[in-house]
Structure formats: C-alpha cells, structure tokens
C-alpha cells in the first residue's frame, strides 16, 4: 500500500532530522539496548518476549495507520535511541471513527537530541492521523524520570498527570 502524500512528507522531514524508521535487521541491536535499560529499572524481574516484541514491531511496519518504530542511528549505522508509538482510540470513545492519542510502547534514548528527534518524528507521525487529537507520553521507569520529564517539556508537552505503582505482594 503506498503512503499518502502527507505520511510521505512527514517521514522525510524526520530522515532529514537524523530519523529512521526501523527495518527487521536492526531488531537484535534495539533488544539488546531495552534489555539493558530493562535490566536497570523495576521492571527486571520482568520477562520480556523477543518475539512478541519482534510480532508488534512488524505489525506496525505494515500498517502506518496502527503505529511507527522510529530509531536514531549512530556513526556506523546501528541504532542508538528507539521509539515505539501507537494510535489508539479513547476507551470511552467509538471505536471506529472517534478521537485517538498518540502513545509511546518503548522509548529509549540516552542522549538528549536523539529523544527530541525521535519525539519530533512521532509528532511528524501522528498529525498525519486525522483523529489523532493528542500525544500522550508518560515515563513509567524508575531511571532518570527527571530527565525525561524534562525532555517531555522541552518537546512542548505539558505534564497532565502522575503514574502510581503498586507491586503485587510476594504471597498472593
């Protein structure tokens, strides 16, 4: 299926700004960067499925409309910073034609400009969506929620609300 024009736009304004979007050969490299920063946060002691993951990441491949995986390269061209996002309707919305958000799945960036870039090319993405009406990101890792927040900030976002976390005890 060809993009529309306004999609094809919108995604060679974030090539220009150093944003590409992912292709199956850069899978092993952006596993091996969320199982890192996995490994750091409260999500350890999760267990995450390569290939769930590598199931999501195609499935947005084929169809702009659902979502895109956006990755910053570094010098030799491995992938430095990912951005998962998806379009997803408000619950309480029709499901078929009402108002959706923009959402991140997995955001990971170590430096600053890489996580503005790939901010700027989700932006890019979903205004090309005509029911999107918002992008709504949130930092629900332990590390560094400072620095995302402020990089959310700087992005243009405005903070709206809070993430609350309750581990299930051990006994039940």
Same mark, same amino acid.
């Given at each position: 299926m060809a993009l529309p024009h306004r999609v094809r736009m919108a995604c060679e304004e974030a090539a220009e700004a150093g944003v590409d979007l992912w292709v199956p050969d850069d899978f092993n490299q952006i596993y091996r960067i969320l199982m890192a920063v996995q490994k750091r946060s409260h999500y350890r002691g999760m267990q995450t499925s390569a290939a769930q993951m590598m199931r999501s990441f195609l499935t947005l491949q084929k169809d702009w409309t659902l979502g895109r995986v956006f990755v910053t390269r570094d010098s030799t061209g491995r992938p430095r910073a990912v951005l998962a996002a998806t379009a997803m309707p408000y619950w309480w919305a029709h499901q078929g034609h009402g108002p959706q958000y923009a959402t991140e799945m997995i955001f990971v960036s170590t430096l600053r400009d890489s996580g503005l870039k790939l901010?700027? &090319?989700?932006?890019?993405? &979903?205004?090309?969506? @005509?029911r999107v009406k918002? $992008? /709504?990101? *949130? $930092?629900?890792? *332990?590390?560094? @929620?400072e620095r995302?927040? /402020?990089?959310?900030? *700087? &992005?243009?976002?405005?903070?709206?609300g809070t993430i609350f976390v309750k581990d299930r005890p051990e006994d039940t």
């Open positions: 901010l700027r &090319a989700l932006e890019l993405w &979903a205004w090309t969506l @005509p918002k $992008i /709504e990101m *949130d $930092i629900s890792s *332990d590390i560094h @929620p995302t927040s /402020e990089l959310y900030l *700087d &992005a243009g976002f405005k903070q709206t």
